[in-house]
């Protein structure tokens, strides 16, 4: 019983699998990818002439290039893909679904529902009014996946992973074929709805964009609380209420948290794949199951991809551009498949 | 029921931590445990108490709703005299800690992490992580002897060492009373035993309070002061093992004929299963 003598001397702490490290590659590989966003697109500006923009000392044309057009574009992207690494982090971790994203609860669904929605029936065609329609849209939709998923779920703890899945499957299948239905009817919501559909990331109206931060940010906060939550949740729902958790309390906090940060991303750039399923995988694979450390380098991760993402776009088809989303299909598509065949997928 | 079941099989006048009172418990339509007028229990302090019975008879759904991992329909569960669904399930979870029957972890956790994830329940944003916690995980490895595996992920292990390990998360927890759902399920026969001398140990040395759902009967009536038979959702007999499992209890509720005998290695009660191709040999040579 001397128990801490039975330890072998000298052993690393288990707590450490140098987390720390990770969190800074991926913060400097986040910042490497930013400046190759701000340094890349119609014209292309040298390292040196990011940084006279940058501090206002450069050229007035590379001046409101780099500090109208690819700085907020460049945040905009940034804050996309911190919002679908880590919501596609909580909701692998909330379905215990390897293959789940965020757009399993039906957000990207309802956020283009709304969209058309608004275009078509409410003449609405500003800015603001179709990324606020798409984001209460994103809600409305996973407020309804949360509750179906409740009714079928356990009496007590409120969805189930399963029913969540089912849930969010069914109410995303309904929404998109209603979308199309309606879309068929009206040729300018079917245009707006086909640009935003593809996943966009757009110069002019990123600056205005940035207005989703705040829910973003709010998202996050929502996500660091949830971490503990979801890391005694990954033992099974028994053993999380017999350690004192509220099961349903964790779950509500998890989607909400889903629901700001994927809500914002696909209201302003449309519903963006892969990001929220690779980023957790690749954040898990450096960082083991830990969701202290595993959200915030899956939101890292995501940032990356989605500013590299794009600045391939801006690069494939010069002066013209590729939507991002079309990018991280095209990439990612194969990125995964090869990620499941080397069974890399960890059984969560 | 209200059969005496009070009295402590070892030692003396010791007080009840656990309490079951008209207990009901269900799925959907149907009552699984305490179909006629509820099911009363009591678990005294420092005794280990294992419930046996046969498939479907409701003892892990008891385990589960002693647990409070299961709302009852009627009656309640009183955990030192309190309703404890009217307690904070965190406190609940300082004093009584709980093993599911099959246990899930995520892949590439390691063993340590998951010990460490049953000091949650002492954990609060302004009380993080300490040295204290450290200590706690490293002699609950330590006494399960699986500090050797505290850096390895838990899926590298054998179903006996993991089931180790699940002990030690029960064990950082620091809980006095354990409810155990059939852990040595899966284990072969030396693993079972390896396991249950833990849960003797932990008893023994720990004054901890034990209850366990067992499918081996004479494993059961060697490790636990009471047995706890179960029968369609009530108690069909409870008390010392010798007074419970007889050749009376085995076909009441087994339905089995069985010749029980004196286990010549502890003493305790040996059920030997008779069996239909055991019956007819006996009758060819008569």
Request: aromatic residues 4%; glycine residues 12%; proline residues 5%.
């Amino acid at each position: 019983m001397t128990a801490l003598a039975d330890r072998p001397a000298g052993t690393r702490s288990p707590r450490t699998r140098r987390p720390a490290l990770v969190v800074g590659i991926a913060v400097v590989a986040l910042l490497v990818a930013g400046v190759l966003s701000i340094m890349v697109g119609a014209a292309l500006l040298d390292p040196a002439q990011v940084w006279a923009g940058l501090t206002g000392t450069g050229t007035d044309q590379s001046v409101a290039i780099v500090r109208d057009l690819r700085v907020p574009r460049t945040l905009l992207g940034a804050l996309v893909g911190i919002a679908l690494g880590v919501a596609g982090a909580l909701m692998q971790g909330h379905t215990r679904n390897p293959l789940a994203d965020p757009g399993l609860l039906g957000v990207s669904a309802g956020a283009g529902f709304l969209l058309v929605v608004a275009i078509q029936f409410l003449g609405i065609t500003s800015l603001y009014g179709t990324v606020g329609f798409g984001f209460a849209g994103a809600a409305l939709a996973s407020a309804l996946v949360f509750g179906l998923a409740s009714l079928g779920g356990s009496r007590a703890g409120g969805p189930t992973p399963v029913t969540l899945a089912l849930a969010g499957v069914a109410v995303s299948e309904l929404l998109i074929a209603v979308t199309s239905a309606l879309v068929l009817r009206d040729t300018s919501s079917l245009d707006a709805y086909r640009f935003w559909s593809a996943g966009a990331l757009d110069d002019k109206d990123a600056a205005a964009s940035l207005q989703i931060a705040p829910f973003v940010l709010a998202g996050l906060v929502l996500a660091a609380a949830n971490a503990p939550g979801l890391d005694v949740l990954a033992l099974g729902e028994d053993t999380a209420r017999g350690l004192g958790h509220h099961v349903g309390r964790a779950r509500a906090l998890g989607i909400a948290a889903i629901t700001l940060l994927a809500g914002s991303a696909v209201a302003v750039a449309g519903p963006i794949s892969f990001v929220g399923l690779v980023a957790p995988h690749m954040a898990r694979f450096v960082t083991g199951p830990d969701h202290r450390w595993l959200l915030p380098v899956a939101g890292l991760g995501g940032a990356t991809s989605v500013l590299l993402a794009d600045v391939i776009g801006r690069l494939v088809v010069r002066p013209g551009e590729l939507q991002v989303g079309i990018v991280l299909a095209v990439v990612g598509a194969p990125f995964f498949i090869a990620l499941v065949r080397r069974r890399k997928l960890a059984r969560l | 029921m209200t059969t005496d079941l009070t009295a402590p099989a070892v030692g003396k006048a010791r007080r009840t931590r656990l309490r079951t009172e008209g207990l009901q418990v269900g799925y959907d339509d149907t009552l699984v445990v305490g179909a006629d007028g509820g099911l009363d229990l009591d678990v005294v302090e420092g005794t280990v108490t294992a419930v046996i019975g046969p498939n479907g008879c409701g003892k892990s759904t008891l385990l589960r709703a002693m647990a409070r991992l299961l709302a009852p329909r009627h009656g309640h569960v009183l955990l030192d005299g309190e309703r404890i669904d009217r307690l904070p399930s965190r406190q609940v979870a300082t004093v009584l800690g709980v093993l599911p029957q099959d246990p899930v972890a995520p892949e590439g956790l390691l063993v340590a992490d998951l010990v460490a994830r049953g000091r949650h329940p002492h954990q609060r944003w302004f009380r993080q992580w300490g040295p204290d916690d450290e200590a706690v995980v490293a002699e609950a490895l330590a006494w399960t002897g699986t500090s050797e595996f505290a850096d390895r992920p838990l899926e590298t292990l054998s179903g006996g060492q993991r089931q180790r390990v699940w002990i030690s998360m029960a064990l950082a927890q620091g809980t006095d009373v354990l409810l155990l759902d059939e852990p040595t399920t899966f284990l072969d026969l030396a693993h079972q035993v390896d396991v249950l001398d833990l849960v003797e140990r932990l008893h023994r040395e720990r004054g901890r309070t034990v209850v366990m759902v067992l499918h081996d009967l004479n494993l059961a009536a060697r490790y636990a002061d009471r047995l706890v038979a179960m029968r369609d959702g009530r108690i069909a007999g409870a008390g010392a093992p010798a007074d419970v499992l007889t050749e009376q209890t085995m076909r009441d509720v087994f339905g089995l004929e069985a010749k029980v005998v004196t286990d010549p290695v502890s003493g305790t009660p040996l059920v030997l299963p008779i069996g239909r191709r055991h019956r007819v040999r006996d009758d060819s040579n008569s």
